[in-house]
């Protein structure tokens, strides 16, 4: 089955630090991969995304690149605003070979980060 | 836009009393919802998926008795914890989305998400 593995936070960073936050996964077919973002009080929102191997995603100074051959997601970001503290969830949407997907996200367990003045 | 509401934000309730949580698109219809729940620490679990009109497809081992999900119109729809008890404690989050999503669809379509609800079950 579809599996979501995210290196384990909490993560804690001063300002304008860089960030990494570690994805792989495991799947059948042809997957799409996810990074969704939950602030404080609110609903995850989708930060970026990846449909296919090698592209890259970003959103907001946050990158991440689809590696087939790792089987990695990894977020990462040059330099940290306080702002940006938040759990962050990495997922994947199993798509069939035509390219068809069924709407079910499998998430990772979710990454605490905590950006520090 | 494509704003989901959850209500309510919080509740506690006895063991054996069943709770209602509605989640709500407020500027979009949602032809199909997603129902999640969520331990401490741990990713979010689809327990079921429902399309408007229709009855809810359940994931492997959640018990339709006990979640009854409605979906009666384009916006709204209720995840009803029947005989609550205390391992039913949990964050529960919906999401939702515009187009079909138990058929086949073109491409991803975007799930938007609700705030989460948290139970607690004394």
């Known amino acids: 089955g579809n599996s979501v593995t995210q290196m384990e936070g909490p993560v804690t960073l001063s300002e304008e630090a860089f960030l990494t936050i570690n994805c792989t996964y495991t799947a059948t077919g042809y997957p799409s991969l996810f990074w969704y973002v939950q602030y404080p009080g609110e609903g995850l929102q989708l930060l970026l995304k990846?449909?296919?191997?090698?592209d890259k995603g970003s959103n907001k100074g946050f990158e991440a690149t689809y590696r087939k051959e790792t089987t990695s997601f990894h977020l990462e970001k040059g330099s940290v605003q306080v702002s940006d503290s938040a759990v962050y969830f990495c997922a994947l949407l199993s798509m069939n070979a035509g390219g068809t997907s069924y709407g079910k996200l499998t998430f990772g367990q979710g990454t605490i980060l905590t950006v520090h003045p | 836009g494509a704003v989901v509401s959850q209500h309510p934000s919080w509740v506690i309730c006895k063991s054996g009393t069943s709770v209602k949580i509605e989640c709500r698109s407020l500027?979009?219809?949602?032809?199909?919802m997603f129902w999640y729940r969520q331990f401490p620490k741990q990713s979010l679990m689809l327990m079921a998926t429902s399309n408007e009109g229709s009855k809810a497809t359940y994931e492997q081992g959640v018990e339709k008795d006990k979640f009854l999900i409605n979906h009666a119109s384009l916006t709204l729809s209720t995840l009803t914890v029947t005989s609550a008890h205390p391992e039913d404690s949990s964050f529960y989050i919906c999401?939702?989305?515009?187009?079909?999503?138990?058929?086949?669809?073109?491409?991803?379509?975007?799930?938007?998400f609700g705030p989460g609800t948290r139970l607690t079950v004394l």
């Open positions: 990846a449909t296919k191997a090698d």
């Open positions: 500027d979009f219809q949602a032809t199909t």
């Open positions: 999401s939702a989305t515009n187009v079909p999503g138990l058929a086949a669809s073109s491409s991803y379509n975007e799930q938007f």
